[in-house]
T-cell receptor, first 113, second 112 residues
Framework: NAGVTQTPKFRVLKTGQSMTLLCAQD?????MYWYRQDPGMGLRLIHY???????AKGEVPDGYNVSKKKKQNFLLGLESAAPSQTSVYFC????????????FGSGTQLSVL | GQQLNQSPQSMFIQEGEDVSMNCTSS?????WLWYKQDPGEGPVLLIA?????ELTSNGRLTAQFGTTRKDSFLNISASIPSDVGIYFC????????????FGTGTLLAVQP
């Protein structure tokens, strides 16, 4: 019962460093999403995918890139990390493009110093 | 970007008490969702609402889609320690998951 798996769980970066967050789902879902969660704010959508190789920008895409070469994986990249990107990142997937059945991973805590 | 305002921001209650929280928006939605986030985990869907005035229950949880379409309410009856977590509302207009707007969350602490 893996569901949505995110790696790593924790990471500390220095300003300017790059990294990739990995999300994998084993539910054969077509749609995947990356959110960030900040104190006092709701989850905000960074990028999402509507199918293999097809991605789109969400509400807060600046400073991030994504890659979806396989249906089950969705990568979130930070090319040059900034302190403003300190956050908890959640990946989610769904079997349909409509609301409700979002399955979330357990999150990645990222600190940028 | 647009946000949903949840109230209260946090609640500290005794086991057995009932809990009420709400979510308001400046925009009309046609879908309201309630999620719970356990410490160190991702959110999990509790209840989905699709119609103004709709009242839906999931065990001890009951949620309502406000008649103005701009608000929603969640009630938890007879709280237990495992109810601890952050409760998020989310709303959308048009049905697309990428248009889902999340609330700021209500932190619930339950003392045994």
């Amino acid at each position: 019962n893996a569901g949505v798996t995110q790696t790593p769980k924790f990471r500390v970066l220095k300003t300017g460093q790059s990294m990739t967050l990995l999300c994998a789902q084993d539910m054969n879902h077509e749609y995947m999403y990356w959110y960030r969660q900040d104190p006092g704010m709701g989850l905000r959508l960074i990028h999402y995918s509507v199918g293999e190789g097809t991605t789109a920008k969400g509400e807060v895409p600046d400073g991030y890139n994504v890659s979806k070469k396989k249906k089950q994986n969705f990568l979130l990249g930070l090319e040059s990390a900034a302190p403003s990107q300190t956050s908890v990142y959640f990946c989610a997937s769904s079997g349909q493009p409509t609301n409700e059945k979002l399955f979330f991973g357990s999150g990645t805590q990222l600190s940028v110093l | 970007g647009q946000q949903l305002n949840q109230s209260p921001q946090s609640m500290f209650i005794q086991e057995g008490e009932d809990v009420s929280m709400n979510c308001t928006s400046s925009s009309i939605f046609n879908t309201w969702l309630w999620y719970k986030q356990d410490p160190g985990e991702g959110p999990v869907l509790l209840i989905a609402l699709y119609k103004a005035g709709e009242l839906t229950s999931n065990g001890r949880l009951t949620a309502q889609f406000g008649t103005t379409r701009k608000d929603s309410f969640l009630n938890i009856s007879a709280s237990i320690p495992s109810d601890v977590g952050i409760y998020f509302c989310a709303g959308a207009w048009g049905g697309a998951t990428n248009k889902l707007i999340f609330g700021t969350g209500t932190l619930l602490a339950v003392q045994p």
